[in-house]
């Protein structure tokens, strides 16, 4: 099943990115989902990270939330979750 996951970068916590960047980086990469595409989202000017999105292959929506409690991002307050759906990629 595909998901789409949206996360959104906690008010103040965007400069503390950097120092789990590389553990959240290995968790991605940790095979515990397939992901499609990932990628940050950036604030208008494109000067900040505001978020990221996946789009990820799963066994169903209990893996999906899984790897989403997984990423260390998540697990230091850094970001939460604004959406976790099923996706159907037709393009």
């Given amino acids: 099943m595909i998901f789409v996951l949206h996360c959104k970068v906690e008010p103040g916590q965007s400069g503390r990115l950097p120092e789990f960047r590389e553990a959240h980086r290995a968790h991605a990469m940790s ?50 979750m604004t959406l976790l759906e099923r996706y159907d990629k037709r393009v």
Avoid: H, M, N
């Fill in 31 to 80: 095979g515990l989902v397939r992901i499609l595409g990932a990628g940050p989202t950036l604030s208008d000017d494109g000067g900040q990270i505001i978020g990221g999105v996946y789009i990820i292959d799963a066994d169903g929506r209990a893996q999906a939330q899984a790897f989403y409690d997984g990423d260390p991002y998540v697990k230091e307050g850094i970001w939460r």
